[in-house]
């Protein structure tokens, strides 16, 4: 288990307040802050898989389905109903924790595969509910016309601002989540995930655990999702897919699943690639993603961020 | 029966039955485990010997019968409340955390008796982290007593299995049991091993800890136990003193039928 130090924390606090002033200086990536809007965006929710799927244990191939969730009912509700962004937001999260206690206490009663193909069916039920509910979500052509954000009478028009805002709940997200994991609960966590049988004769309430944690990426999942309709002002259920959940075990797989730093680099680098890098290959680009997450699985099963410890290793070897 | 005569027993099992579909892996079972004593139950393999530690942690619940841990019923409990009641355990094949140091799968095993709150946990809440102080404390106090103080921040699968079967045990001691439920834990060790083993289990009945044994090593089970009861195919056929036991003709019959040259004396 990789130890999470301050120091790291430190420098990437330094690069995520400095980086807009750097790309600003240098026009080849003076469009990277509105990237790194996205990156943002999906390393909130990969902070919450990361502890669902690499610390817990509990696969999700359905965490689209609480993307699109809170994407929707901050759509719907600011569209429709006139409701302020930042409640509507609160509200997709409510919605999404919800539904994750509801799907969850069955289904994270199943192990491996099973759960796998659980989650799997929950995240394209729930997309094809964005397909259909045409009345509200304006069905397969999506809603346009998602208002934006603004804090204190500020508007967050821009992409730099916006960045600072998600970037902002990011840092305190992955604050959280260090001091989950190192934690009795986050030992939990990890006890469920190597042993279940051990970890129910150490006191610990699994099914208690497990649900909380998979409420607790969804919540996530779901802010995220309001941040990117409230960004894009533009949501179609294309976005919300079983692709799309797909990506997001890419990314944690690609980062490293056992370390929370993986979450973080994993969807930096997947943001990149598939917004910037992989243009050139167009239809072919998921062929790109599933070669990358089979090299991954072979040869760098840690991860990038378990990689250079484990390559040490086995040169002092 | 002697278990009957038991003057305040910690476990008491009460015509237990376990069926797994049309198997029946327990008939019957009257059991009686005296406080603050080590009491072993030996059995052929298959005699129903794990089936039964699986039930009294509540792994599942009994088809029938009736199981009191102080006086109380906890037949068909979850495994966590049994855990919370005061019974702890280790398992036939190691169960550690294996992506854990060490000291923390010491410190889960501390559950229990900590304050642990999701939510304030992530908040960091000042009381929490003092908690964290105390507990690293309280379980290197233990680590030092199993011995295993110096390998503290080793991954628990780096040990060697000797080690990993006492890390267990300690694991057990922290949830504060006051029965400890051991499944073999002198399986696949050495003599070296299991006498350490051996010395531990002894240790932690001078704690005042109940100490329930299953095992196959012999020569461990006469050393230490107070009582023995012998399991086969599902029934208790014997128990009492490991005197009384190893001159029982049905103990030696089960033993002797069913492995063959194999001497319990």
């Given at each position: 288990m990789l130890r999470i130090h301050k120091a790291p924390m430190l420098a990437g606090a330094l690069l995520i307040l400095f980086f807009p002033w750097i790309a600003r200086q240098l026009p080849t990536i003076s469009h990277y802050p509105d990237l790194m809007v996205f990156a943002g965006i999906y390393t909130l929710i990969t902070l919450g898989l990361s502890l669902l799927m690499g610390y817990a244990g509990q696969i999700s191939l359905g965490h689209a389905a609480f993307f699109g969730i809170g994407a929707y009912v901050s759509g719907v509700l600011s569209t429709q109903f006139d409701c302020n962004p930042w409640l509507g937001m609160l509200l997709g999260a409510a919605v999404a924790a919800m539904v994750a206690v509801i799907v969850g206490a069955?289904?994270?009663k199943l192990r491996g595969h099973y759960l796998a193909m659980a989650t799997l069916a929950f995240g394209i039920i729930v997309n094809i509910v964005f397909r259909e509910e045409a009345r509200w979500t304006g069905g397969p052509d999506g809603m346009i016309g998602i208002p934006g954000l603004s804090l204190f009478g500020l508007a967050l028009d821009s992409a730099e601002k916006y960045y600072y805002l998600v970037w902002g709940i990011v840092a305190a997200v992955f604050l959280f989540s260090v001091n989950l994991i190192q934690s009795p609960a986050g030992r939990a966590l990890r006890a469920i995930h190597a042993s279940e049988a051990a970890a129910a004769a150490m006191g610990i309430p699994i099914a208690r655990y497990k649900v909380i944690v998979f409420a607790y990426s969804a919540v996530l999942g779901s802010l995220a999702g309001s941040l990117y309709a409230h960004y894009m002002n533009f949501i179609n259920p294309a976005t919300f897919d079983l692709f799309f959940s797909i990506k997001l075990v890419i990314m944690i797989a690609l980062g490293g699943?056992?370390?929370?730093w993986g979450a973080l680099v994993g969807a930096i680098i997947v943001a990149f690639l598939s917004l910037e890098w992989l243009h050139y290959f167009e239809e072919f680009e998921v062929v790109v993603y599933g070669a990358i997450l089979l090299l991954v699985t072979i040869f760098m099963p840690e991860g990038l961020v378990g990689a250079p410890a484990k390559l040490m290793a086995r040169m002092r070897r | 029966m002697a278990a009957e005569s038991v003057q305040d027993p910690i476990l008491e099992i009460e015509e237990l039955v376990m069926a797994f579909g049309g198997l029946?892996?327990?008939?019957n079972i009257d059991l009686c485990v005296p406080r603050g004593r080590i009491k072993a139950v030996i059995g052929p393999n298959g005699a129903g010997k794990t089936t039964l530690f699986n039930i009294i942690t509540g792994v599942f619940p009994p088809t029938e019968g009736l199981i009191r841990f102080n006086g109380r019923a906890i037949s068909g409990c979850k495994p966590h409340h049994i855990a919370a009641l005061g019974i702890s355990r280790t398992f036939q094949t190691v169960e550690l955390f294996n992506n854990m140091t060490v000291l923390e799968n010491v410190m889960t095993g501390r559950h229990l008796r900590i304050r642990s709150s999701f939510f304030g946990s992530g908040l960091a809440l000042p009381s929490l982290r003092r908690q964290e102080k105390g507990l690293v404390e309280q379980a290197m106090a233990l680590l030092e007593f199993i011995g295993l103080a110096a390998k503290r921040d080793i991954m628990a699968d780096a040990l060697p299995l000797g080690e990993r079967k006492i890390l267990e045990i300690g694991r057990a001691l922290a949830t504060d049991p006051q029965l400890v439920c051991l499944d073999e834990p002198a399986a696949g060790l050495n003599e070296t091993e299991t006498e350490a083993a051996a010395h531990l289990i002894q240790a932690i009945r001078q704690k005042g800890i109940t100490v329930l044994l299953v095992e196959h090593d012999m020569k461990m089970i006469m050393d230490i136990s107070d009582e023995i009861a012998v399991l086969n195919y599902g029934e208790k056929i014997a128990e009492g003193t490991p005197r009384e036991i190893q001159n029982n003709p049905l103990v030696i019959e089960a033993y002797l039928g069913q492995g063959g040259g194999f001497d319990i004396r």
């Amino acid at each position: 288990m990789l130890r999470i130090h301050k120091a790291p924390m430190l420098a990437g606090a330094l690069l995520i307040l400095f980086f807009p002033w750097i790309a600003r200086q240098l026009p080849t990536i003076s469009h990277y802050p509105d990237l790194m809007v996205f990156a943002g965006i999906y390393t909130l929710i990969t902070l919450g898989l990361s502890l669902l799927m690499g610390y817990a244990g509990q696969i999700s191939l359905g965490h689209a389905a609480f993307f699109g969730i809170g994407a929707y009912v901050s759509g719907v509700l600011s569209t429709q109903f006139d409701c302020n962004p930042w409640l509507g937001m609160l509200l997709g999260a409510a919605v999404a924790a919800m539904v994750a206690v509801i799907v969850g206490a069955p289904s994270l009663k199943l192990r491996g595969h099973y759960l796998a193909m659980a989650t799997l069916a929950f995240g394209i039920i729930v997309n094809i509910v964005f397909r259909e509910e045409a009345r509200w979500t304006g069905g397969p052509d999506g809603m346009i016309g998602i208002p934006g954000l603004s804090l204190f009478g500020l508007a967050l028009d821009s992409a730099e601002k916006y960045y600072y805002l998600v970037w902002g709940i990011v840092a305190a997200v992955f604050l959280f989540s260090v001091n989950l994991i190192q934690s009795p609960a986050g030992r939990a966590l990890r006890a469920i995930h190597a042993s279940e049988a051990a970890a129910a004769a150490m006191g610990i309430p699994i099914a208690r655990y497990k649900v909380i944690v998979f409420a607790y990426s969804a919540v996530l999942g779901s802010l995220a999702g309001s941040l990117y309709a409230h960004y894009m002002n533009f949501i179609n259920p294309a976005t919300f897919d079983l692709f799309f959940s797909i990506k997001l075990v890419i990314m944690i797989a690609l980062g490293g699943m056992h370390s929370i730093w993986g979450a973080l680099v994993g969807a930096i680098i997947v943001a990149f690639l598939s917004l910037e890098w992989l243009h050139y290959f167009e239809e072919f680009e998921v062929v790109v993603y599933g070669a990358i997450l089979l090299l991954v699985t072979i040869f760098m099963p840690e991860g990038l961020v378990g990689a250079p410890a484990k390559l040490m290793a086995r040169m002092r070897r | 029966m002697a278990a009957e005569s038991v003057q305040d027993p910690i476990l008491e099992i009460e015509e237990l039955v376990m069926a797994f579909g049309g198997l029946t892996a327990l008939m019957n079972i009257d059991l009686c485990v005296p406080r603050g004593r080590i009491k072993a139950v030996i059995g052929p393999n298959g005699a129903g010997k794990t089936t039964l530690f699986n039930i009294i942690t509540g792994v599942f619940p009994p088809t029938e019968g009736l199981i009191r841990f102080n006086g109380r019923a906890i037949s068909g409990c979850k495994p966590h409340h049994i855990a919370a009641l005061g019974i702890s355990r280790t398992f036939q094949t190691v169960e550690l955390f294996n992506n854990m140091t060490v000291l923390e799968n010491v410190m889960t095993g501390r559950h229990l008796r900590i304050r642990s709150s999701f939510f304030g946990s992530g908040l960091a809440l000042p009381s929490l982290r003092r908690q964290e102080k105390g507990l690293v404390e309280q379980a290197m106090a233990l680590l030092e007593f199993i011995g295993l103080a110096a390998k503290r921040d080793i991954m628990a699968d780096a040990l060697p299995l000797g080690e990993r079967k006492i890390l267990e045990i300690g694991r057990a001691l922290a949830t504060d049991p006051q029965l400890v439920c051991l499944d073999e834990p002198a399986a696949g060790l050495n003599e070296t091993e299991t006498e350490a083993a051996a010395h531990l289990i002894q240790a932690i009945r001078q704690k005042g800890i109940t100490v329930l044994l299953v095992e196959h090593d012999m020569k461990m089970i006469m050393d230490i136990s107070d009582e023995i009861a012998v399991l086969n195919y599902g029934e208790k056929i014997a128990e009492g003193t490991p005197r009384e036991i190893q001159n029982n003709p049905l103990v030696i019959e089960a033993y002797l039928g069913q492995g063959g040259g194999f001497d319990i004396r």
